[in-house]
């Protein structure tokens, strides 16, 4: 892998990596919305050309903030689940989430308003420890 990081800022280093309006969507679907598969990717709202979501899996792979897998029992299909790194991106995550729900709401109201967005509401720390614990649960269900 030969990174090209433009400056030695860590911000502008990170969007180097993640600026890219599909990287944090990626990892959202795969934290939040359990998405695992290519084809889970390519069904999803958010509809990303494959040849796209092939490129930023494959980034993501390389920075490790995501790993590729097979589960035990389908040696066909590729899983891909964050990484500690990948996991490390929670706080930034419901950060962002937090900002839309106060910022964008006029804008868009047909954003989610439920009680997980309450959780994020009233207690970001709370939120994010939630999101972490689920998603370990349901990577441990997966029994890889």
Known sequence: ????????????????ILGDKWMLVI???????????????????????????????????????IKKTKLPHNKKTNLYLLTDKGLALIPLIVELAAWGDDNLRELNPTLIDNEAMEILRTDKN???????????????????
């Open 126 to 144: 709370t939120f994010a420890n939630m999101l972490e614990e689920r998603y370990r649960k349901k990577v441990a269900s997966l029994n890889i």
């Open 27 to 65: 990892i959202k679907q795969i934290l939040i919305e359990n998405k695992h598969t290519f084809k889970d990717f390519t069904e999803s709202d958010e509809a990303i050309a494959t040849n796209i979501l092939s490129t930023k899996l494959k980034v993501l792979e390389e920075f490790a903030i």
């Open 1 to 16: 892998m030969d990174t090209k990081f433009r400056c030695n800022c860590p911000i502008t280093s990170t969007l180097d």
